[in-house]
């Protein structure tokens, strides 16, 4: 089964000025499709064309290392566009996640330190994530297109952290990108429904 490029769940400029239309351009349009090409190409007649995307990542993970770089990729960004929302970010956010962030993190403001820490020292390119492990939300960082779907979790939120997602609005700022990110893009609704379907 061939997979598919989702279309982006705003308008290009919605998310301006914390991310630019040409960043959302070039990113959803070029890189995105990109994994998405060579994803499909490598699957193509394999055992791995029946599977879900997540069962992809999981075994390409184990025994495909140049699979995996494209399909791991492909479904962070499958995510990474609905992890953001126009006048998303800051503190609002539905019931149920604000009180695991409290009892398991340490409260929204300590979230908001270690998730951007996360990305701050991720070298080179990579993700930080929040993700459900065992029932309890942690936060990681992880390399390239690596999540904690590879490892047995499930990712709840993620921020690309590669430069193609930053530079043209950021230019090496990526700490100021970070911030932005969790003051003015999330959305939390999202979050929460994948915290829902981890936890349930």
Excluded at 73 to 80: K, S
Excluded at 119 to 127: A, E, L, M, N, P
Excluded at 152 to 170: F, K, Q, T
Aim: aromatic share 14%; hydrophobic share 40%; charged share 20%.
């Amino acid at each position: 089964m061939a997979f598919e490029l989702p279309d982006l769940p705003y308008a290009y400029d919605a998310l301006a000025p914390h991310m630019s239309a040409e960043t959302l351009e070039f990113h959803h349009d070029k890189h995105h499709n990109a994994y998405l090409t060579v994803m499909n190409e490598m699957i193509a007649g394999t055992d791995y064309a029946s599977m879900s995307l997540e069962e992809i990542v999981q075994k390409s993970f184990k025994d495909n290392a140049k699979l995996f770089n494209q399909a791991g990729q492909f479904y962070n960004h499958v995510h990474f566009w609905n992890w953001m929302a126009p006048n998303g970010g800051g503190k609002k956010m539905p019931g149920e996640l604000e009180k695991a962030i409290d009892s398991d993190l340490g409260g929204y403001d300590k979230f908001r330190e270690d998730f951007i820490n996360a990305g701050k020292t991720q070298f080179g390119s990579g993700w930080a994530w929040l993700a459900v492990n065992n029932g309890k939300l942690e936060i990681s960082n992880a390399p390239n297109g690596e999540s904690p779907l590879a490892h047995g979790a499930s990712p709840i939120l993620g921020c690309d952290v590669w430069e193609h997602s930053y530079y043209i609005d950021y230019r090496n700022a990526r700490p100021k990108y970070l911030e932005a990110f969790v003051d003015e893009l999330i959305n939390w609704e999202y979050v929460a429904e994948m915290y829902g379907a981890a936890t349930a």
